[in-house]
């Protein structure tokens, strides 16, 4: 298999060459020929792409040549129910269309009210075929990254700590106000507590320092110092 470098290479002398034997009925020929990529060679659509954006900047019906061959297909696959077609042959490159489009606008469909129940018997239509055919590694992960990224497990909802006022005006103070030039002001506040109330809690704020920013250690090590003094 060739290394990229080397597709680079192989397609930026194919470039130079084209331009030499540019014509209207060449650049007619080449857009055919991007467009008829072989299906089961996809890895090649990235050096096609570049390949097209850079002639594309001299040579503009290249572009847009091959745009109005892409709309044609698309708008063909679409008369013939687009997913349908994916899911009647799944292999090869249908299944990377199929998970593409999924991944591109699969979630919306889901949750939008009146595609909800076509892409939910879509979808499990999708992992069936997946469990029953021997797919390979690459293709097994695509169709469970799309199924999963329209369809994410269900998890249960995270339940907020519940902290008394005092314990969440004593965070505050600490990991939200405190910066250097609100030392003093943090450590007049702390002083005025009723500290027989909260003294254990402060004392696991100061050892939970962690919890706070990185840049907050040094700080809050200022009040404990000027606490102690």
């Not at 004593?170 to 002083?191: A, C, G, P, Y």
């Amino acid at each position: 298999m060739l290394s990229s470098f080397n597709w680079f290479v192989i397609y930026t002398k194919f470039q130079v060459e084209f331009c030499y034997l540019n014509s209207k009925s060449s650049r007619k020929k080449l857009a055919r020929a991007l467009f008829n990529v072989p299906k089961t060679s996809l890895e090649l659509l990235p050096y096609y792409s570049r390949m097209v954006a850079t002639l594309s900047t001299c040579m503009k019906d290249v572009s847009s040549t091959l745009l109005q061959l892409f709309e044609e297909e698309f708008n063909f696959l679409i008369n013939k129910k687009l997913s349908k077609a994916f899911l009647d042959d799944f292999t090869h490159h249908n299944i990377d269309v199929a998970c593409n489009l999924l991944e591109t606008c699969g979630r919306y469909l889901y949750r939008h009210p009146n595609t909800n129940v076509r892409m939910e018997n879509m979808l499990e239509i999708l992992m069936r075929l997946k469990n029953i055919k021997n797919l390979d590694p690459r293709h097994n992960t695509l169709v469970e990254n799309a199924y999963y990224l329209c369809k994410p497990p269900e998890r249960s909802a995270r339940v907020s700590k519940v902290r008394p006022p005092l314990h969440q005006y004593i965070r505050k103070l600490l990991f939200t106000d405190l910066d250097k030039s609100s030392i003093e002001q943090v450590l007049r506040q702390l002083r005025k507590l009723p500290w027989s109330e909260c003294e254990p809690y402060l004392l696991k704020c100061f050892l939970k320092v962690h919890k706070g920013k990185y840049g907050q250690i040094h700080l809050i090590a200022s009040p404990t110092e000027e606490g102690c003094n």
